[in-house]
Structure formats: C-alpha cells, structure tokens
T-cell receptor
Framework: AQKVTQAQTEISVVEKEDVTLDCVYETRDTTYYLFWYKQPPSGELVFLIRRNSFDEQNEISGRYSWNFQKSTSSFNFTITASQVVDSAVYFCALSEAGIQGAQKLVFGQGTRLTINP | DTGVSQNPRHKITKRGQNVTFRCDPISEHNRLYWYRQTLGQGPEFLTYFQNEAQLEKSRLLSDRFSAERPKGSFSTLEIQRTEQGDSAMYLC???????????FGQGTRLTVV
C-alpha cells in the first residue's frame, strides 16, 4: 500500500533560519510522482512542486529546495532564510496509479511550520 | 482563470440533514477529484471524475455520499443523513490529464451539530 510519513508534526523556528521538512514514502510502483503542497490558514492547498520517480535531480526555486533520494525513499523540502509568510501546514504527497488514469494523491499528515519574527 | 471554486465555504447543519456542496473546476480541466480532510490530518481521496464519468470511489465514500458531474463541468457532492463524523473540510481539485498537478479549491468546511 502507498504511504507517506511526515514525522515532524510541528516545527517552530525564528525568521531567517533554514528549515528542512522531512518526507518518507512507501510504494510498490516503479513509476510515481511526488508532490509538496502548502496549506495556509485560508485552507487552499497550494501546489509547490511535482517530481517524477525517474528524475532524482534536486531542484531549487528561490528560497525553496527539494532533495529526492530514491535509495532512502525520501523527498525532503528545505526553506532557506525562512520568512513569517512561510508559516503554514506543508503536505508531502505521492500519486497513486488509480484505475482509468486517476491521479489519486496519498498525503502525509502534514508538518505545521511556524516562523517567528 | 480564477482557479477552482467551491461553495459554500462553510456549512453548519444538524445531524440527520442533507447537505450539498458545489465545485467549479478550472475550465479546461477534464479531471476532478474530491478529498476529505479532518482536523490535523492530510486530505484523503474520496472520488474521481474524468469528464462526466465517475471512475473511482474510495471505501470512505459510504452510500450516504453521492457525487455527480453533469456535462463534465461543475461537480456536486451530497451527503444524506449527516452524522457528526462527517464534520470535515471537503476539498475539490482539478487537473488536465494524469501527469499534471492537481489544483485545489479552498474547500467547504462542514460542521455537523
């Protein structure tokens, strides 16, 4: 069965610190996609990144970076020089190959990140 | 495009009543998903539409739940005879094709009292 584990329930740091959110996944599929979403207090899930299982290159987007390691089934997310606006709940997700081409997402429990001024 | 729109944003209902939520996906998106999120948890998949066809339903979707997507445009999720355990955030998402990311709406928060 597909499973995503985000062991860190809550993280609190001071502004400008770097912070890494951990994500470990389990799947039997050889082809899959991994995602990170941000959920601010408004409730909407905001897409951050999608990575397919064949692309292990790390990615950097501004202050955000992602480290995908297939050998350890991890897809960690680092925010550099954190800002108060980064405060939110962050979800890691794995796409499950559903029938008829469905892109079913299996989410972790989320990590609540609080950036203190 | 204004993104995925869900209405209402909040709904309080008495146990035993029926409720209906609406989702308007991004216009060119042919795939539509419903998820349920309870407090402190990640969203859980409920059901999936490709155009107007409902192709997959989760075991979480009891027979009190029904979803439709007439004409492959907006979708509705109805819960009959609501129970307190139905209290949750109901999220709708849409995508174009299988390998593109899903965009989520702001959700409908249901409280059953």
């Amino acid at each position: 069965a597909q499973k995503v584990t985000q062991a860190q329930t809550e993280i609190s740091v001071v502004e400008k610190e770097d912070v890494t959110l951990d994500c470990v996944y389990e799947t039997r599929d050889t082809t899959y996609y991994l995602f990170w979403y941000k959920q601010p207090p408004s409730g909407e899930l905001v897409f951050l990144i999608r990575r397919n299982s064949f692309d292990e290159q790390n990615e950097i987007s501004g202050r955000y970076s992602w480290n995908f390691q297939k050998s350890t089934s991890s897809f960690n997310f680092t925010i550099t020089a954190s800002q108060v606006v980064d405060s939110a709940v962050y979800f890691c997700a794995l796409s499950e190959a559903g029938i008829q081409g469905a892109q079913k997402l299996v989410f972790g429990q989320g990590t609540r990140l609080t950036i203190n001024p | 495009d204004t993104g995925v729109s869900q209405n209402p944003r909040h709904k309080i209902t008495k146990r035993g009543q029926n409720v209906t939520f609406r989702c308007d996906p991004i216009s060119e998106h042919n795939r539509l998903y419903w998820y349920r999120q309870t407090l402190g948890q990640g969203p859980e998949f409920l059901t999936y539409f490709q155009n107007e066809a409902q192709l997959e339903k989760s075991r979480l979707l009891s027979d009190r739940f029904s979803a439709e997507r007439p004409k492959g445009s907006f979708s509705t999720l109805e819960i009959q005879r609501t129970e307190q355990g139905d209290s949750a955030m109901y999220l709708c998402a849409s995508s174009f094709g299988r390998t593109t990311e899903a965009f989520f709406g702001q959700g409908t928060r249901l409280t059953v009292v």
